[in-house]
């Protein structure tokens, strides 16, 4: 084991223990999900086995991975207006509803560091439960540039840390992210076309696999990972396949 695995091992153990002895003296949290007090992560036990860790695996588009209403296999939207092209397999695992809003939030914007562990749970149950390999390489969307300066920490990154050390997960960081402007003001079209020219591969990375997993927090119109999927293409990688802890409908 090297020295940052066993480092971050013995700060996870530290964590568990601080947490014990946090939870005998702290204000207790309400639940994000049924309201009812909890410690540590804002999601009660129950919620998060019920909610959170009960995924639907069936009825999915074959194009975008979201939840189909229809009988139809891909959804209107990618019958219409195909944004993802260059992905081989997607799937976001939750709906991003109500409290589910809430929960990312929390985790984004309070720093809540305790819900990567929480989500790597997740991401590592999706992937046991369809490629089953332990030596599949992990690819983070890398932040904005801005944001990192903003709030200070990467959330992916943050949740790839526990997939590594944890679950013993590759990871690498192929891809770089070059613009700085913020997309939230922009039409869904000037997104689409800003997107795509937002990231680049990473050259530091000589190596290429065959088949990677790129991972991401949100699935909203597809182009953060329709751009991310076509670089990762364009330089030699055969499979992309792509899990994102949630989508917007
Ligand atoms: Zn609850
Ligand atoms: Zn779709």
């Known amino acids: 084991m090297n020295i940052k695995k066993s480092l971050f091992k013995s700060k996870k153990l530290f964590d568990k223990s601080f947490r014990t002895f946090f939870t005998l003296f702290a204000e207790p949290l309400n639940c994000i999900c049924c309201e009812k007090m909890c410690y540590n992560i804002p999601l009660c036990k129950n919620c998060f086995q019920t909610q959170l860790c009960t995924i639907n695996y069936n009825n999915r588009c074959s194009v975008c991975g979201k939840d189909l209403i229809s009988e139809e296999n891909i959804c209107l939207e990618c019958r219409e207006e195909p944004v993802i092209k260059h992905a081989d397999f997607v799937f976001p695992v939750h709906s991003y509803k109500l409290w589910k809003k809430d929960l990312l939030y929390t985790w984004k914007l309070n720093n809540t560091k305790q819900l990567s562990e929480v989500f790597a749970q997740i991401i590592d149950s999706v992937i046991k ?42 990871i690498l960081n192929m891809l770089k992210r070059i613009n700085e402007d913020e997309q939230k003001s922009l039409n869904r079209i000037q997104r689409l076309e800003h997107i795509e020219k937002a990231y680049e591969f990473n050259s530091k990375n000589k190596q290429i696999f065959d088949e990677i997993i790129l991972i991401d927090d949100i699935l909203t119109t597809g182009a953060t990972t329709e751009a991310c999927a076509k670089i990762l293409k364009e330089n030699g990688i055969k499979k992309v396949n792509v899990i994102t802890l949630f989508y917007a409908d």
Do not use: A, M, S, T
Not at 152 to 159: A, E, N, P, V
């Open 129 to 170: 439960h369809f490629f089953n390999d332990k030596n599949i390489i992990i690819v983070p969307v890398p932040p904005r540039p801005g944001k990192l300066k903003q709030k200070g920490w990467d959330q992916i990154q943050d949740l790839c840390k526990y997939l590594e050390y944890i679950y013993g997960y590759k």
